[in-house]
């Protein structure tokens, strides 16, 4: 057998394999697609070579590759290559794509390294490439439980690999840190970084540093405390822990810095929930001061109430926190929102730069965190320089000179209700930003959602499930559609170009709708980023002009990356439609009007290949007769606003990903209960609720849904009532 034949028997075998095993609903067959992607393999599969600290910290040294997630250590997302610039963008094509086997979120970066490239999909599937000509070289699936999906705040998604030696390291969503053999793929050793009793999940990407892999996870939103490890790439072996917020204080600190943070904290017993500070995603590393950077998250739970409810800092919650990276000992901090109770993580991308702060040259670091302002940091000493609001929010009047935020009391919703700016979606979210050194911006894709933060007098721990302490209810959308349409105005998505010298944004281009994919830069003076409407777009790093754009058929979350094979210049973008937002956004979410189509883009200049058709989706919208009380009704909501919209969506109304139930066929309205008490979907991600539910409250469930369905027939005949007359 020819050896490209043996590679596309090889991708035929592996999408039939996942095709009929997966979740694929509504989706052309896999293998046909396949096959069709992969075009002849021209030249030998390119051999693996090995990844260290010295190749990652000299980085442009090698701009062809993009060897960790961010590229650098310093996590810049800028490219030094610069074939693709600003005359010739408009000549980008299509090179080669891949269908993943999968229809959920799609949020890695892919990284290459000499002609080989790896990426992360789905149930942290790891897939790698021949990067030139797009065969599949090795697959990889950890075989994540699908119940565990019950544990994630944010879809069933994985943020990319770290390389390292002859090694792929991923984590997966039920917790696991895995060592694969990059020439194939085998598991060379797995280690469970978590304890499996506990809603802890894996979405971020390793780094490896001096031989140790470092490694975060998340569960903020269930019920879980934070912490980072690094593991001994060649042997799995556990180095260092760090916690970031304190335990039980009846037991002794694990580190002095845990007992000056346990003094921010104040009453309440916030370890038997966790208290959150979960570090899942952002690291950087600075190999001149050897300091390792993690982004650490929200409060567990988010109300500061029901955590700490004498009020205090709570540290380490939503802190920028510098490391030793050989001990994990504590070094600094800076703190983003003092006492968090809005579920303002600072885990957001974190880029490391030299920038002439009052004339003189300082090495900083650079968050956009959740809470709508913009920091930039001594890093050496953590030493606050500037803090500036780049969206609109209402949380505080502004940081003071000590880099302390002036608090607005009216966003405190201790015992009644606020709205807020931003929400817990956050004003940037994990979707990586990018700095280019040529213009000296910062490219960061911003969002503006409001959220109605109300305390939950009902609030009680349920181990394993969200846990909040918000009323969820409230926050919804308003069902009436006139009211929601004005709530919808307030909601916008933008790629913000910002100045962190001048403190200012330099321009903007306006998206029209939120949760907007990551950004790359590159010396061509080009900004790569993919929108939630469905394009990949190139601008001008400098004005913001719009010079390419390409529809790739499902919304984009992902970031974009480069590299070149044989002098060549590709763009690769993941697309597919998902993670948070789209999962729990409802009308928020439709707003970008997508469906998921998993895809990994490949573009090049005079790239020729086309983008299949997509296949139509088409559904009817049939619910059976509404028999239920207004009690019943209104019973269902508040069951289903507290176990049900965080995949189904805001107000039942699906944002494209996990199915929309107003839509349900008349087997699925006959089979409810066996589905949501009996888990008989429970191997494609819908977990059964009978430990939580009775038969009455599914009824009353399913009579909410039933009434969302007819309330939306309402709507399309008032419409085209409205468009008759
Ligand atoms: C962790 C995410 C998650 C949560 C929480 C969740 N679901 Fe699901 N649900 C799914 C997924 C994924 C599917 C699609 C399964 C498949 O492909 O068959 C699904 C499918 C369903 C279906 C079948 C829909 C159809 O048209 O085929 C019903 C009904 C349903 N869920 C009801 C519920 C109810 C009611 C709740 C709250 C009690 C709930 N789900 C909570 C993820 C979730």
């Given amino acids: 057998m020819s050896h490209r034949r043996m590679l596309l028997s090889y991708a035929i075998l592996l999408a039939a394999l996942l095709g009929c095993s997966d979740e694929h609903a509504g989706r052309a067959p896999v293998p046909g697609d396949a096959a069709a992607v992969s075009p002849p393999a021209a030249s030998p599969v390119p051999a693996v070579t090995s990844v260290d600290g010295a190749r990652i910290g000299a980085a442009d040294g090698e701009p062809h590759n993009w060897l960790s997630h961010g590229r650098s250590y310093s996590e810049q997302r800028f490219s030094p290559l610069d074939r693709i610039d600003t005359a010739n963008v408009g000549r980008l094509g299509l090179a080669w794509f891949f269908d993943f086997p999968t229809d959920r979120g799609m949020e890695a970066t892919p990284i290459v390294v000499d002609g080989r490239l790896y990426v992360t999909g789905t149930w942290s599937m790891v897939y790698a490439f021949d990067a030139k000509s797009g065969a599949l070289l090795w697959h990889h699936d950890p075989g994540v439980p699908r119940q565990w999906a019950v544990h994630l705040c944010c879809d069933a998604v994985n943020r990319g690999v770290a390389a390292w030696g002859g090694k792929v390291f991923v984590g997966t969503l039920d917790g696991r840190l895995q060592a694969l053999d990059a020439t194939d793929g085998k598991v060379l050793w797995s280690v ?8 802890y999940s894996i979405t971020g990407a390793p780094r490896v540093v001096k031989g140790l892999v470092i490694i975060g996870n998340g569960g903020s939103e269930l019920g879980v405390r934070g912490y980072v490890s690094a593991y001994d790439a060649e042997t799995g072996d556990m180095k260092w822990r760090f916690y970031t917020v304190p335990g039980d204080p009846a037991q002794p600190f694990e580190s002095p810095a845990l007992e000056r943070a346990a003094a921010t904290w104040s009453g309440g017993e916030w370890w038997k929930i966790g208290g959150g500070g979960t570090v899942w995603d952002s690291m950087a590393y600075d190999p001149e001061l050897d300091l390792l950077y993690v982004g650490v998250g929200n409060g567990s739970p988010w109300n500061q109430q029901y955590r700490s409810p ?22 600094w901090h800076y703190q983003t929102t003092p006492g968090d109770t809005w579920d303002y993580t600072a885990t957001q991308h974190l880029v490391l730069a030299e920038l002439p702060i009052g ?25 606050f320089l500037s803090g500036d609001a780049y969206a609109y929010q209402t949380w505080a009047e502004g940081i003071d000179a000590n880099g302390r935020p002036v608090p607005n009391a009216q966003a405190r919703y201790v015992g009644k209700e606020a709205l807020v700016f931003p929400s817990p979606h956050g004003a940037h979210n994990w979707h990586p930003m990018s700095f280019s050194p040529r213009t000296g911006l910062v490219y960061i894709p911003v969002q503006e959602i409001p959220f109605v933060y109300k305390h939950d007098d009902k609030f009680a721990f349920e181990p394993g499930l969200w846990n909040t302490g918000v009323d969820v209810e409230a926050a919804g959308l308003p069902e009436d559609p006139a009211a929601a349409a004005e709530v919808l105005k307030l909601v916008q998505g933008h790629l913000v170009a910002w100045d962190p010298v001048a403190r200012k944004e330099a321009w903007r281009v306006e998206q029209g709708a939120p949760f907007n994919g990551g950004v790359l830069s590159t010396a061509g003076e080009l900004v790569f980023q993919g929108s939630a409407r469905g394009e990949f777009v190139a601008y001008r790093a400098d004005t913001g002009e719009r010079l390419w754009a390409a529809p790739v058929q499902t919304g984009v979350v992902a970031a974009p990356m480069t590299y070149a094979v044989d002098g060549e210049q590709y763009v690769a973008v993941v697309v597919g439609w998902g993670g948070g937002l789209p999962l729990a956004g409802g009308r928020v979410a439709q707003m970008a009007g997508s469906v998921n189509r998993s895809r990994l883009l ?25 028999s239920a009380t207004p009690e019943q009704v209104a019973r269902g909501k508040t069951l289903y606003a507290a176990r049900c919209f965080a995949c189904h969506g805001d107000g039942a109304v699906g944002g494209g990903v996990v199915p929309d139930l107003r839509y349900a066929s008349a087997a699925t309205h006959a089979e409810f209960d066996a589905i949501v008490r009996g888990g008989l979907r429970h191997q494609k991600g819908m977990v059964g609720f009978a430990q939580v539910f009775g038969r009455e409250d599914v009824e009353a469930i399913h009579a909410y849904v039933i009434k969302r369905a007819h309330d939306l027939l309402a709507e399309q005949a008032a419409r085209q009532g409205g468009n008759a007359g």
Avoid: C, H
């Fill in 192 to 199: 469970q970084t978590t304890p499996r009793d506990k809603p």
């Fill in 359 to 383: 004339g003189t040259p300082r090495k900083v670091i650079m968050q956009a965190p959740k809470n709508g302002f913009f920091y930039v940091l001594d890093r050496a000493t953590g030493e």
């Fill in 310 to 331: 004498g009020g205090g800092d709570n540290l380490y919650l939503s802190s920028i926190v510098a490391l030793d990276p050989d001990t994990g000992a504590y070094v």
């Fill in 602 to 626: 490949v573009y090049a200049l005079d790239g020729r290949q086309q983008l299949p058709e997509p296949v139509a989706v088409t559904r009817a919208l049939a619910p059976p007769p509404l």
